[in-house]
């Protein structure tokens, strides 16, 4: 070991003459904490500056930028929501909710790449029901109910439309 290198604290001195003892080109990092007398005598001289002459006038009052004028945000008009019924060809029972019932329907019957992949290959459709029910919140609260339901729950909803 150097006379040159003061500990910082625990050190391998197994370690640090293995470093010493590698070439410059082979050097490996060494972990444990070493400096030397160099690296300890600027560390002394440094001196120690207020931070009120580290804090300036231009740094607490930065320049302003010019933002963008505020646009007034558009509210969105609460759409009411419907919950709908579609019977496949082969008698299943598909429940949905949207916002407009003519488009999502012949969405479904398109079979599309917006149409459910339930629906698909399953026609022809046949909307058999239909109920206004509100905000989104809502209408998904209600699919959730009638899915629950029986099939012939189901049916009943489906027969107290058509009376």
């Known amino acids: 070991m150097t006379e040159s290198a003061v500990s910082l604290g625990n050190t391998d001195i197994g370690a640090l003459q293995q470093h010493e003892s590698l070439g410059a080109d082979t050097l490996a990092p060494v972990t444990s904490a070493v400096a030397t007398k160099d690296i300890v ?11 009120a002459e580290l804090v300036t006038e231009a740094s607490l009052n930065p320049v302003p930028l010019n933002p963008a004028p505020l646009k007034p945000t558009p509210i969105k008009s609460s759409s009411l929501w419907y919950l709908y019924l579609v019977r496949c060809a082969n008698g299943h029972l598909y429940t949905g909710v949207t916002t407009d019932v003519a488009r999502r329907f012949s969405e479904h019957q398109s079979g599309g790449i917006k149409s459910a992949k339930y629906l698909r290959g399953k026609g022809p459709l046949t909307l058999m029901y239909q109920e206004q029910v509100g905000t989104r919140s809502d209408a998904l609260k209600r699919e959730i109910a009638v899915k629950k339901l029986s099939r012939a729950q189901k049916l009943a ?6 009376r």
């Open 41 to 51: 005598t600027e560390a002394s001289t440094i001196k120690e500056i207020p931070i």
């Open 157 to 162: 909803l489906i027969e107290s439309v058509l």
